[in-house]
């Protein structure tokens, strides 16, 4: 950091508290932070860490030129904070999560409902969700007609595509599994979902069309590992119930 920022990085964490920092410090301290500066009007400036969170803080008028108060001083203290900013660390901390460390969510996606399964570190979790309403009559959307009244389309299962969007809020990676074209894919429904509705969401999400038909639920798991390029280190991922092969050995 440039020393003039470097100042005001410790003039914002000091004791007793530092009053009145100027505007412009704080604004040029925070690009060399490396947050993401907005400068809106009536002299407020809309700050985002890496990790995605924002403040916006609002100045005070000051001999000097607009000043940030006791109160926004304290507030951009607890937010530096919180993404792992201090003078000592003046780096943000950022989420670094790779290979099998991340919380990788593979979902494949018919009209019956979803089948999610949770890949992070050797572990698997699988769950479910089912559509309510007009979908949990497990017709396919390609024959939604047959479902409409008085000629209207039979209305989406927003119920069923939030709960969706919530299971991807919570991945580090996400793969949908699946084929299919336009609205008789339901990945494609869900993606224009998540696009309206969750576009933070939808930065994770990768799609992949496979086959389902002709794939058992170990294969596209398989596939799905391959996808991400996580194969396990020391034991394979199985699905529970199912008998693991050995690995037998290479003949010479």
């Known amino acids: 950091m440039r020393r003039q920022h470097e100042r005001t990085l410790k003039a914002l964490f000091s004791h007793p508290l530092h009053h009145n920092l100027r505007m412009a410090e704080v604004e040029g301290m925070a690009r060399d932070l490396g947050l993401k500066v907005e400068c809106l009007s009536d002299h407020r400036l809309n700050l985002q860490r890496p990790d995605g969170e924002r403040i916006v803080l609002h100045a005070a008028t000051g001999v000097q030129g607009p000043l940030l108060d006791h109160e926004g001083v304290l507030r951009l203290r607890r937010f530096l904070q919180q993404g792992g900013i201090s003078p000592e660390h003046p780096e943000a901390e950022q989420k670094r999560v790779r290979g099998d460390q991340a919380k990788r969510l593979v979902v494949h996606l018919d009209h019956r409902g979803a089948r999610l399964w949770w ?17 949990s009559s497990h017709q396919r959307l390609s024959h939604r007609h047959d479902r ?15 709960a969706m969007g919530a299971a991807i809020h919570q991945a580090d990676r996400v793969l949908l599994v699946g084929h299919g074209h336009g609205e008789s894919d339901l990945r494609h429904v869900l993606m224009e979902h998540l696009r309206q509705q969750h576009p933070e969401a939808i930065k994770k999400v990768e799609t992949l069309n496979v086959d389902d038909t002709a794939c ?15 194969q396990p280190h020391r034991h394979q991922l199985h699905i529970p119930g199912q008998a693991v092969a050995e690995d037998k050995p290479e003949s010479s």
């Open 119 to 135: 890949l992070e570190g050797e572990e698997l979790t699988i769950s479910t969700v089912e559509p309510h309403g007009l979908w």
């Open 148 to 162: 409409d009244v008085a000629g209207q389309r039979a209305p989406l299962d927003f119920e069923y595509l939030n």
């Open 216 to 230: 058992t639920d170990a294969e596209l798991l398989a596939i799905a590992r391959a996808h991400f390029g996580n």
